[in-house]
């Protein structure tokens, strides 16, 4: 699986857009990007994926560079209940049910 | 959504014990299970991969003989710490996906703490 880089921790204003970069510079044709994030002390919550279009759910915005090295969640309007760790991986979507290897993340801490 | 339900979610227990995590898949069929282990302030880290009805496969480190895995229906799959010692205290978190390509969802996690 193609390696991730995030920022370790952010800040956002509660009720304000919360945008997390992650740089994958070395993501195969046949990558997906992933976003998962984990509020403390629960298990990952799945956020979001996308393949090279941008993506939207009911949860957040998903933007991909062209060159797909990179891409960006967003929380369009952060709430106090969305500070948590926040996991940007890549890898195969496929049938084999590959495995997601975590880094250490993005720790969003939203403030009042 | 899909939901994965861990059960217990949280167990103290003497050293040399011996304990059993459930890992179940409620509204779906849950092909391959993972089971993870976190630390505090670490990131999530693969134990084994599990295949219904197949032998379990371990990461390098991670000793099978300890952490007994059953994956033996396409809803259950089992994780049992034998003969727990304080250093085996830790979140235990098992996902599952099926066979329709879908994300991987989690359980909620067991936090193990062995006296």
């Known amino acids: 699986d193609a390696k991730t880089t995030q920022p370790p921790s952010m800040d956002c204003a509660e009720g304000r857009a919360a945008n997390l970069p992650c740089n994958h510079s070395t993501i195969s044709g046949n990558e997906y990007v992933y976003w998962y994030r984990q509020i403390h002390s629960q298990g990952p919550q799945y956020i979001i994926h996308g393949l090279k279009n941008n993506e939207t759910n009911e949860m957040a915005s998903l933007i991909i560079t062209e060159d797909r090295k990179s891409s960006t969640l967003i929380l369009p309007h952060a709430t106090l209940r969305d500070t948590a760790v926040y996991y940007c991986i890549v890898r195969v979507l496929n049938n084999a049910g590959n495995m997601l290897t975590f880094g250490g993340g993005t720790r969003l801490m939203v403030k009042p | 959504g899909a939901v994965v339900s861990q059960h217990p979610s949280w167990v103290i227990c003497k050293s040399g014990t011996s304990v059993k995590i459930e890992c179940r898949s409620l509204d779906f069929q849950a092909t391959t299970m993972f089971w993870y282990r976190q630390f505090p302030k670490q990131s999530l880290m693969l134990m084994a991969t599990?295949?219904?009805?197949?032998?379990?496969?371990?990461e390098q480190g991670v000793e099978k003989d300890k952490f007994l895995i059953n994956h033996a229906s396409l809803t259950l799959s089992t994780l049992t710490v034998t003969s727990a010692h304080p250093e085996d205290s830790s979140f235990y978190i098992c996902s599952a996906t099926g066979r329709d390509r879908q994300p991987q969802h989690f359980g909620d996690g067991t936090r193990l703490s062995i006296l």
């Open positions: 599990s295949n219904e009805g197949s032998k379990a496969t371990y």
